[in-house]
Every structure is written in structure tokens, then in C-alpha cells.
């Protein structure tokens, strides 16, 4: 390929302006590699109910049926064309259509949520956590992440001197595991750590249930009011026995609301109507050129789906001084 220019100019010259695709249609962006356009047009083309498996025994028929392929795949086009049912020039593009592009949104919307969630990586920080839950790593688990590359180095040298230079030890003995820790471990394999993790969160609960239980009895407290509240430090919904965060998706919320409510068939006409603001105006797909525009479609997208309506609430996002938001 290095020489082509020098031994075969021609081909060269084809290659390079783009003959290793094709391009069936007039859409930008939609050429095709050769062998996929050949199983898209000739091989489809020529295709029988049974296909070549089971078609013939008799070679020579075989034989002929290979022969001719293009020239049926040229006459079976043909005629799908005369009937309007090909038309390239119109012919839609996959990507193109409203349900794709939907779905593509979605997907978009779920990952810039799930990289939201994580922790920023170009923070400065002293602490090492992970991107994923935020977890800060202690010092055992820090001393090991950190320190991977010099153990590993460390334990090939080992394993060099011993078993090759020196030969106290066979080749073929089992290398001993490191067991280094790292988030995963303290997560899911660390079964002391779970243990204790387990213990702060009892000890916890216990404490301050002690300490409700002897103000209630001391100021005759109803014991029915005073479990409403949390046992914890904190609210075990929303963080950790190691004061992290508790992360989630927020569409889930949506789904846990909605699984105990019966849908109407129909909406009474008086019913009081709740839109979200940000889900009317992604909604919109005719795009104005001044706000005045947008509030005015805004405002006839609402009255024709609320319609007498006796009060209507029409809620944006907000960002209060006293809020983790702020």
C-alpha cells in the first residue's frame, strides 16, 4: 500500500477520492463500505425462500444460478423501482427519525446525569475518592493505591532473583496474591470492614434511641411522635455510616411515585393542572426567535392540554439561598 502510488497510480488516485464506499443515496454522511453494500443490494437481490442451501444438487445448476446473480439482482431492482417502491433521493435515514433521535436524547440526558453525579476529578483536593460514589479512601486503601506501581515492581524482582537467578524457589510454585486494597475491596470483598460498618450504624441507632427514650420519660413525651424521627446522626436515605453521600438516580423517585397510583382513563375538565416547566418548553419543537415568542407558545401549549382549568401552576427550577443547589 506504501507503494501504490508508484505501481498502480490509477487505483491510487480512485482511493483516494473516497472508491473504497459508496454512497446510494444524496443524505451527507451515509456511504457505505463495499462489502456491506454488496449484501445490502446483490446478495439481497438475488436471495430465494430456501437460498442457495437446499437449491439445487445438480452442480452445473448451482454453477448457473452464481453466474446470473447480478443480472437477477439488476432486473428484481429495477422493477421495485418502476413500482415506486425504492427511492433513494426520499429514503430516510434510521438516525434521522423521531423515534432514534428520542432515544438518542435519553441516553445523552442519562449519561450527563451519571457524570453530574460523580465527582469532579480536576478538583484539587488532599483526599483520594472515588469518581463514581464519592467515597473518600482511608489511609490503608490510599497507602496501597498509591503505592501499586513500587509493590509490583518489588514483587518481580522477588520473583527474577529467586526463581531464576538464584533458583531457591520453582518456577512453578504459585505466586502469592498481594491483596491490595481499593474501593472495590472495601465495598464488596472487605468483609471485616462491612462487619464494622455494620456495628457504627447498630451503636448508633442504639445511643440516641437511649437518649430519646430518657428525654421522653423525663419530659412525658408521647414515645408514637418521638420514633417519627431519625435513630441516626444523620438520615440513613441520604448518607453513609462514613458521612458519604447516598447517590441514586433522580428519575427513580418518578417511577416509585408513580407505581402505586391508578392512571385515569379520562381527566375531569375542572381538575387543577402542575406543569413542569422545563419538560413543556423541551417539548416545543418549533423554535421562535425572541423569548416573547417562546412565552407566548408556551402559554397556548398550556391552555390547550389544561383547558378550564380553574388554576393552573406553571413550575420552573429554582435555586434558593438555603440550598445544596446554591
Known amino acids: 500500500m506504501q507503494n501504490l502510488p508508484n505501481t498502480h497510480p490509477d487505483a491510487h488516485v480512485y482511493l483516494s477520492s473516497g472508491g473504497f464506499c ?55 431492482s429495477k422493477c421495485r423501482y418502476l413500482a415506486g417502491m425504492v427511492n433513494p433521493e426520499i429514503s430516510a435515514q434510521k438516525e434521522l427519525g423521531k423515534t432514534r433521535m428520542k432515544q438518542d436524547e435519553t441516553d445523552v440526558l442519562k ?12 478538583e484539587t483536593s488532599e483526599q483520594l475518592s472515588g469518581l463514581s460514589t464519592g467515597t473518600v479512601a482511608s489511609s490503608e486503601v490510599m497507602c496501597d493505591l498509591l503505592n501499586t ?24 510454585k504459585p505466586i502469592k ?26 451503636k448508633a441507632d442504639r445511643n440516641i434511641f437511649g437518649r430519646l427514650l430518657v428525654i421522653a420519660q ?34 427513580v423517585l418518578a417511577g416509585l411515585l408513580e407505581k402505586d397510583v391508578e392512571q385515569m382513563q379520562a381527566i375531569p375538565e375542572e381538575s387543577m393542572w402542575i406543569f413542569d416547566g422545563m419538560a413543556v418548553i423541551q417539548s416545543i419543537t418549533r423554535i421562535t426567535s425572541t423569548f416573547s415568542d ?7 401549549t398550556i391552555l390547550l392540554v389544561s ?5 393552573i401552576d406553571f413550575v420552573t427550577d429554582q ?3 438555603i440550598s445544596i443547589k446554591n
Open 319 to 321: 435555586y434558593p439561598t
Open 177 to 202: 496474591r498481594q491483596s491490595l486494597l481499593t474501593f472495590s475491596t472495601k465495598e464488596i470483598n472487605g468483609k471485616q470492614l462491612m462487619a464494622d460498618k455494620n456495628n457504627n450504624t447498630l
Open 149 to 172: 506501581y513500587e509493590k509490583g515492581k518489588l514483587a518481580s524482582e522477588n520473583f527474577i532473583t529467586e526463581r531464576l537467578i538464584q533458583k531457591s524457589t520453582n518456577i512453578f
Open 22 to 76: 459508496v454512497q446510494r443515496s444524496s443524505h451527507g454522511f451515509s456511504r457505505s463500505p463495499v462489502d456491506q453494500t454488496i449484501k445490502q443490494t446483490l446478495n439481497r437481490d438475488t436471495k430465494t425462500r430456501g437460498g442457495i442451501v437446499g437449491f439445487s444438487l445438480n452442480k452445473g445448476s448451482v454453477k448457473c444460478w452464481l453466474l446470473n446473480a447480478h443480472e437477477r439482482a439488476s432486473i428484481s
Open 111 to 122: 449519561l450527563v446525569q451519571t457524570m453530574q453525579s460523580w465527582t469532579n476529578p480536576f
Open 307 to 311: 383547558k378550564r382549568a380553574p388554576r
Open 218 to 251: 423525663t419530659r412525658q413525651l408521647d414515645m408514637r411522635e418521638v420514633l417519627q424521627f431519625e435513630l441516626g446522626p444523620f438520615p440513613w436515605s441520604l448518607a453513609n455510616v462514613d458521612v458519604t453521600p447516598v447517590k441514586t438516580n433522580k428519575s
Open 294 to 300: 417562546l412565552a407566548i407558545v408556551v402559554l397556548k
